[in-house]
């Protein structure tokens, strides 16, 4: 129920240091604070005679596109959405103080001791970092005060009224039992094959369903485009790289993978000195050299007797599992080398490498042919968007530039903000596309970063604003809307002859399909709109059957309710069917009293 409360206020106050601060500090710099907060700029709404002002739009809309709520291609879309909240924000906020809702100079002090904004590390309230804090966001203390409280009062006012709308026990028993009820009824669909006469569309109703749903045929605003993309992986897919290279860098790559070792190990200081130790190792080494093999020496010789029993098997180690000189010795080697004497706390260690944990080169090689590729090409990928961002920005056309770069020049056909397809829709793509420059003085965009790899340019080539769509042009949609209207319209009244002649007794031959025990969600594989009809029929008294219909689609569904059964408790589900009708109360109560301020305000745009 409260978060509902804050997602409409959005917690300003609380959340000013962290939020709407910092943007306002990116975008405008500090001297914006005292314009948004002191009434200054250009006023684009007032509410009751106060101002709301471009710059707290502007403010509003950023925060948004940089919180990832809204792409920026919907910027434009997005600012009347923004007015109407920042107005609906002054509303309650006048309607709280009208109210005398009162907040204590100690109830502001707690909130902002207990902002986590402002503590230290150890959970406790910082005077210093508190100043510091405000200062470094053109703040002082009384003006964030008084920015806080104007909060908290609009909260204040929501929750109490969230909180004076309750559900009694035995509205929260109703609910559980409509809610775990489940229903046994017959279905029969009546399809176009029921009509006896073919649907004849006329002109008439077409050019009235027009008429009346002509923003169903409304073209947004469009541009058709030119543009030109570097793609560094089309260039480093004309590379060859060779074998030797490859093999190199598989080994490169693999150098630190997890490998089998095995050791024989030597302890000193106790029977034998550490010179002693030194010279027993290197007659290993030479016995090895000479062929024997190093599973047998190490049963032989090893003072690791548990090791020496498998061979000197220490299992697959990794890099830091025994120290720094015991990895450089392991992770050094390739498979079935020899190490020199390695020490360790342990005592003095050979080891041989038994196995590697890395990828074969063949599941690789085209991993590493595009990594190569590309490191190969970078530098020229780099030269050639330089020329781009140089040419492109001192040229009057897009051709040009593609034939001095080598660039393929492309066009697309006709787009919107919405609705572009493919590269076009990538981030960021639509918004230069329909930004002042590139739409309005038909400059050459700048170049866009669509990913690691490709940059772009682009340019309009034709503009055309959003219209409504004239009839012949949409008259293939227009008359199949038609039809099928009238279609459905037919099908009702065959159903409700039907169902007449059902409900008087008479015995009709339908292809009826029985469903049995169907919930509200468990849907049985019945579509929702028949599912839904099916449980706004009144309950059969008796054996009585209850008759109704559903359109579906095309379709209009003759039912036959049998029987509701009352269903299994479920805790869980009906503890959230509580919490959720006690948030549409609280939510219907809001929205209330935000539609009553509407009314009563005078609001001009």
Do not use: C
């Not at 001791?113 to 703040?139: K, M």
């Not at 005060?145 to 509205?171: C, H, I, N, W, Y």
């Not at 947004?220 to 485009?225: D, M, P, S, T």
């Amino acid at each position: 129920m409260l978060q509902s409360i804050r997602d409409r206020s959005r917690s300003w106050g609380a959340k000013i240091i962290v939020g709407a601060v910092v943007v306002t500090m990116a975008l405008f710099g500090v001297e914006s604070l005292v314009g948004l907060f002191g009434g200054g700029g250009d006023e684009i709404a007032k509410v009751n005679g106060e101002p709301i002002t471009r710059q707290q739009l502007e403010l509003e809309v950023q925060r948004a596109i940089r919180s990832g709520q809204v792409p920026p291609e919907q910027e434009r879309a997005l600012r009347a959405q923004m007015l109407d909240q920042l107005i609906t924000d002054r509303l309650l906020t006048q309607y709280a103080e009208e109210g005398g809702l009162h907040l204590s100079e100690e109830q502001l002090d707690q909130v902002i001791v207990s902002l986590p904004e402002f503590q230290d590390g150890q959970g406790r309230f910082d005077g210093e970092l508190f100043r510091n804090r405000l200062a470094s966001a053109g703040y002082t203390p009384m003006a964030f005060r008084e920015e806080l409280r104007v909060d908290m009062k609009r909260q204040q006012l929501q929750q109490g009224l969230a909180f004076s709308d309750f559900t009694l026990p035995s509205e929260q028993e109703t609910l559980a039992a409509l809610q775990r009820q489940t229903r046994t009824f017959r279905h029969a669909a009546l399809s176009a094959d029921a009509l006896e006469d073919a649907i004849e569309v006329s002109e008439a109703d077409v050019q009235a369903y027009y008429e009346a749903n002509a923003e169903n045929y409304r073209r947004a605003e469009q541009v058709r485009l030119e543009y030109v993309i570097i793609d560094r992986q089309e260039m480093a897919a004309d590379v060859e790289i060779d074998e030797a290279e490859l093999r190199d860098a598989w080994q490169e790559r693999t150098a630190d993978a997890d490998r089998r070792i095995a050791h024989i190990m030597l302890t000193f200081n106790g029977e034998r000195s550490r010179d002693q130790a030194v010279e027993e190792l290197e007659a290993v080494r030479q016995r090895l050299a000479d062929g024997e093999s190093f599973a047998d020496l190490a049963l032989e010789v090893s003072d690791d007797t548990v090791s020496a029993e498998q061979g000197g098997d220490l299992g697959v180690i990794s890099q830091g599992f025994f120290g720094d000189s015991f990895d450089e010795a392991a992770f050094g080697m390739e498979e079935g080398e020899v190490s020199g004497i390695v020490e360790t706390d342990n005592g003095l260690h050979l080891l041989t490498v038994t196995g590697l944990e890395r990828q074969p080169f063949e599941s690789m090689r085209d991993e590493l042919q595009r990594e190569l590729a590309l490191s190969r090409v970078s530098g020229e990928f780099n030269e050639r968007v330089q020329r781009l961002i140089d040419e492109s920005f001192a040229a009057d056309d897009l051709q040009s530039v593609a034939d001095d770069i080598g660039l393929a020049l492309q066009e697309s056909d006709w787009v919107s903000r919405e609705g572009a397809e493919g590269v076009l829709s990538e981030p960021g793509v639509m918004s230069e596309a329909f930004s002042d420059d590139v739409l309005q003085e038909r400059f050459n965009s700048e170049v866009i970063e669509l990913d690691a790899d490709r940059r772009m340019v682009l340019r309009v080539v034709e503009h055309r604003d959003a219209t409504t769509l004239p009839l012949e042009e949409v008259r293939d949609e227009v008359e199949a809307s038609v039809a099928a209207n009238l279609r459905r319209q037919a099908l009702s009244e065959v159903a409700e002859e039907r169902l007449a002649a059902l409900r008087a007794g008479e015995s009709l031959e339908l292809d009826w399909q029985r469903a049995e025990g169907v919930g509200r969600q468990e849907d049985q594989g019945l579509s929702r709109a028949l599912v839904d009809a099916v449980f706004r029929l009144p309950a059969p008294e008796g054996d009585d059957v209850v008759y109704g219909r559903a359109v579906d689609g095309d379709r209009v569904v003759l039912i036959a309710l049998e029987a509701v059964e009352e269903g299994e408790v479920n805790a869980e589900v009906e503890r959230f069917v509580a919490s959720m009708a006690e948030r549409l109360r609280a939510q219907a109560a809001i929205q209330g009293l935000l539609d009553d301020l509407r009314d009563r305000a005078e609001i001009r745009r």
